[in-house]
């Protein structure tokens, strides 16, 4: 039996737009998203852009659009906390202090390449917390994992599904299965290190026997906030 989540985001396309739109124009589906381009009928030619991760249009339909900077939505919030050098365990973050805030690309700190995005000072001992949410894009039996030097969890829509804690001489991997249907799903990873360096990882596969890869940058994507919370650095 594998537990099964849901997302809080499923599939699907709703439009505000009240004028007619010629709807024979086809879909062109990227990376799991659907982009839609028509002409409003009576008008000039407009692109209806969907942002990856969102499930839903960026913007309405308009003759005139605004155009506002390019931001970029993907990457997950990181926070790094202080904690005591003889921790033996994840911690309880609600009570610790935070040194740094950043944003992480993606979770895939090694004993020889640090955690991309990471300031230069972040050093053991440390504890780590990531936010976002990750894009599902077809129905599957999927294997989640953390590998991490000392403990790490990675949580979906707050349920645990890996518990890697403890400290961890060497680094350890530990993957469970979960059945996802496509959609956006918050997700959490922990890990705590107590002696450098600072390595953690988090993976996936498709199926039992697939062979786990890092969650790439364009599956993850920020919380709403996270831009401002860095740029404020709290």
């Excluded at 390019?70 to 609600?94: H, M, Q, W």
Aim: a positive charge.
């Amino acid at each position: 039996y594998l537990p099964t989540i849901g997302p809080r985001k499923t599939a699907g396309w709703s439009s505000p737009v009240s004028m007619p739109i010629d709807t024979t124009f086809r879909p062109k589906r990227c990376a799991g998203i659907i982009r839609l381009s028509g002409v409003i009928s009576g008008g000039s030619p407009v692109a209806m852009p969907s942002m990856p991760g969102m499930l839903g249009p960026r913007m309405s339909a308009s003759t005139n659009p605004t155009r506002k900077p390019r931001v970029d939505p993907n990457g997950l919030l990181a926070e790094a906390f202080t904690i005591e050098a003889a921790a033996t365990k994840l911690p309880d973050f609600s009570g610790l202090k935070l040194t740094s805030i950043f944003i992480a690309s993606t979770v895939d700190a090694s004993t020889t390449g640090p955690l991309a995005g990471a300031p230069a000072t972040l050093k053991a001992p440390t504890a780590l917390r990531f936010t976002g949410s990750l894009n599902v894009t077809a129905s599957n039996e999927y294997k989640l994992c953390t590998r991490s030097s000392d403990g790490s969890q990675l949580y979906i829509e707050d349920t645990p599904v890996v518990d890697n804690d403890g400290v961890h001489a060497e680094p350890v991997e530990k993957c469970e299965m979960v059945a996802l249907e496509p959609g956006e799903y918050k997700i959490e990873i922990r890990s705590f290190h107590v002696t450098g360096p600072i390595m953690v990882q988090a993976s996936w596969a498709v199926g039992k026997d697939g062979t786990p890869t890092a969650i790439a940058k364009t599956s993850l994507f920020k919380p709403e906030g996270a831009d401002a919370r860095v740029k404020a650095k709290k």
